[in-house]
């Protein structure tokens, strides 16, 4: 498998995770993840890239919401739907991380918005994550 298709699967194994955690209110990211991975028996190069942005949404979980919270000033973080929050924040978390290109951050969360979500979901999506890219001076 390339590298390229292994982050991709990678993002979408830790939307996965951050899902489930949204859905159950907000337990332990980290723990969830590890266990949502070894029942679905992901595979490890897909679980390090997952585990890490995993580790860096826990890491920074406030301060990703604060931005977002900035960033969609008419929108509630709580009113947005559990597959648009939890792209949202995989994307931020992504762009702090500052290891991806912005346009790869950005593709890959349209992408992760039109397959679990809508075509609004994912125009909404990039909107937000054009917007944090831009903030951070990145675009």
């Keep these: ?3 390229t298709r ?3 699967r990678a993002r979408a194994r830790a939307l996965q995770a951050l899902y489930a955690c949204d859905m159950r209110g907000g337990m332990d990211l980290e ?3 590890d266990r949502l991975w070894a029942d679905l028996d992901v595979a ?3 679980r390090e890239r997952a585990t890490a942005l995993v580790h860096a949404v826990a890491s920074s979980h406030d301060a990703i919401d604060r931005t977002l919270t900035d960033v969609t ?3 509630r973080l709580e009113r947005l739907g559990a597959v648009e929050r939890s792209v949202l924040r995989l994307g931020t978390a992504e762009l ?3 290891d991806t290109p912005v346009r790869v951050v950005l593709q890959e969360g349209v992408r992760l918005a039109e ?3 809508s075509a609004q979901s994912a125009r909404f999506v990039n ?3 054009d917007a944090i890219a831009r903030r951070m001076g990145r675009l």
Aim: no cysteine.
């Design 1 to 3: 498998m390339s590298r």
């Design 6 to 8: 292994a982050e991709t």
């Design 31 to 33: 723990r969830e993840a």
């Design 44 to 46: 490890p190069t897909e």
């Design 73 to 75: 000033t008419n929108w």
């Design 96 to 98: 702090l991380l500052g």
């Design 115 to 117: 397959r679990y979500g």
């Design 127 to 129: 909107g937000v994550l």
